[in-house]
């Protein structure tokens, strides 16, 4: 049979009727109600929403106070991947391995701390590198295999040597090595392509970036240097083209020679200047201008008088008899030289010494060991003599980098409530810094010292804001998950508590008022059916029947529901 449920009026309700066979069910929205109506159901009601509130809580803090991943290694063996996570265990570095992927990472605040830690201990192991990839060659390998083996480890060599190189975190080289052959026209010079990723932030120097093409280029041989491209992360060409220099970095060269001159006298005013008048009481600032003109000069100087290098000539003679050739043949004959005879230099020349080259009757070089013919029998004679002129070469070539004009201003702070410095004292430092800086009036270099009051708040606004520290981010982090979760217990969690609390004190309130015993903190226990049968006065018997209908208004209406059905049958 059915019974009749009890409203929150205390009106007496149609209970459910039972579902029939045959008869369609009833509508899930229905159902869902009358589960909900029930008083079990809606006692637990805000114990159950307090659950989800406290769940959904620590679900938020959870996601916001875990930092967020990164990976760190992908596709590693099993072996390197356990190595990989008892390491970073070992070093308090929490990690996690994807179930799926294989996938091992860390939080991002601890990535480079966790790289350099594996970096320390040669982890990971997967692959062998650079030479050690030859000695897994099996036996009986064709040469092709070989020779393509070989090119592989020396590739992996010089990916771990530019490696080496700071600023570069990742290196990979490729080489273009063609086969050789017998005939020269056909052999092609070696090539190779070098891609670097730099660190964050970071980039390469020209010195460095021919240093990297000089180590390649010498590590395979028949390379030049103009075959090596070196390109960085970003795409960008680093080496240039055939190892000449562009405009661009024709002007790179000058600024940065005029930076580094001007650092340096800037250096040495700083150095003179801070014992005088204290760190950050004055501002000196350098301009530099230099002659980067490479000149270079050859000059050749002749000697006026010249030196006799060779004569060659002929003569003819008439004379009646020839002469007895005496002596040894092929040599000048031992016979006495004539008689010498003085002569004024201004009637005829003197006649050159016998035996010198170029003297009447002494042969050319050529013709050594002639017989020697006087002058008195000479008809006629020519000669060909060079002379050998002095000579002198000269090459100045000068150095590019010299100061063409040179201007420094330099600014002191006047003395907070204090005297302004005298003029004589401002003259002073000027001369100091003319001495400091080498000035030249020539060059019409110009030095300036002013003395002024310096601006507030000129070192603060150096200094980074305190909002791009690093502990901002995981402060704020954790703040917001804090937020949230005091968010939810205040207005989630709070008003249930006060409604379950309020619902309590509604309902003892009555049983307060009759007298009950109602003690703060004590909860009175629930009537049973025993209580009532061993109640011993009638007063007892009231209370308990009372505080039995309070506890299960259901069950006293149905119990009064079938005590008016029953007075009814008996009265009918």
Do not use: C
Not at 288 to 299: F, K, M, V, W, Y
Not at 347 to 357: E, R
Not at 445 to 462: C, N
Not at 556 to 571: C, E, S
Request: no cysteine.
């Amino acid at each position: 049979m059915a019974t009749n449920a009890l409203s929150p009026a205390g009106e007496i309700l149609p209970a459910a009727e039972p579902a029939l066979p045959g008869k369609a069910p009833r509508n899930p929205m229905a159902m869902a109600q009358d589960f909900l109506a029930q008083p079990a159901v809606r006692k637990s009601i805000p114990a159950v929403t307090a659950l989800l509130l406290a769940a959904v809580a620590a679900l938020a803090w959870a996601m916001l106070s875990t930092p967020p991943q990164k990976v760190l290694f992908s596709g590693l063996p099993d072996a390197d991947k356990g190595a990989v996570a008892e390491a970073l265990s070992k070093g308090n570095i929490a990690n996690r391995i994807d179930a799926a992927t294989g996938t091992l990472t860390v939080a991002e605040d601890d990535y480079y701390r966790a790289r350099m830690l594996l970096a320390a201990q040669d982890l990971p192991k997967a692959a062998p590198g650079g030479y050690a990839i030859l000695d897994q060659l099996p036996m009986g390998v064709s040469r092709a295999v070989e020779g393509e083996r070989l090119r592989q480890a020396r590739e992996t060599e010089l990916a771990r040597s530019i490696q080496e190189i700071e600023s570069v975190t990742d290196a990979r080289v490729h080489l273009a090595m063609p086969e050789s052959s017998v005939f020269v026209r056909d052999n092609a010079a070696p090539s190779a392509s070098v891609i670097v990723r730099l660190a964050a932030g970071r980039s390469l120097g020209d010195a460095q970036v021919r240093s990297i093409v000089n180590l390649v280029a010498s590590s395979v041989p028949g390379m030049k240097p103009e075959a090596v491209t070196i390109v960085d992360g970003t795409g960008q060409l680093l080496s240039k083209p055939g190892g000449g220099v562009d405009a661009a970095t024709a002007g790179d060269q000058r600024i940065d020679m005029e930076r580094r001159v001007e650092g340096k006298y800037r250096t040495q005013l700083v150095q003179l200047l801070t014992p005088l008048v204290g760190a950050g009481n004055f501002s000196a600032e350098v301009q530099a201008e230099l002659n980067l003109d490479e000149t270079q000069a050859t000059r050749e100087t002749y000697d006026k008088d010249g030196v006799l290098r060779a004569e060659q000539g002929n003569w003819t003679g008439n004379q009646a008899e020839p002469a007895v050739p005496q002596g040894i043949p092929g040599a000048l004959s031992n016979t006495a030289p004539p008689a010498s005879e003085v002569k004024s230099a201004e009637k005829a020349p003197q006649p050159p010494v016998v035996g010198t080259p170029g003297a009447p009757g002494v042969a050319a070089p050529a013709q050594a060991g002639a017989v020697r013919m006087p002058d008195n029998l000479k008809q006629s004679d020519q000669y060909a003599r060079s002379y050998e002129l002095g000579k002198e070469v000269s090459v100045t070539r000068a150095t590019p980098g010299t100061v063409r004009r040179l201007s420094v201003a330099v600014v002191l702070r006047e003395p907070e409530g204090g005297k302004p410095r005298s003029a004589q004292e401002i003259r002073q430092i000027d001369s100091l810094v003319r001495a400091a800086v080498g000035f030249d009036a020539a060059r019409n270099d110009q030095i300036t010292v002013l003395s002024r009051k310096f601006a507030t708040g000129g070192a603060d606004a150096d200094a980074a804001p305190w909002y791009e520290a690093g502990w901002v981010p995981v402060v704020a982090r954790n703040l917001t998950a804090l937020v949230i979760a005091l968010l939810v217990l205040l207005f989630g969690v709070r008003p249930l508590v006060k409604a379950v609390l309020k619902k309590k004190d509604a309902g003892t309130a009555p049983f307060a008022a009759e007298g009950a015993p109602a003690i703060a903190g004590i909860t009175r226990e629930p009537v049973s059916i025993e209580m009532l049968d061993s109640a011993r006065s009638y007063d007892d018997k009231v209370n308990l029947v009372r505080d039995f209908t309070r506890d299960n208004p259901a069950r006293a209406a149905l119990a009064v529901r079938d005590m008016i059905q029953t007075d009814a049958k008996a009265g009918a």
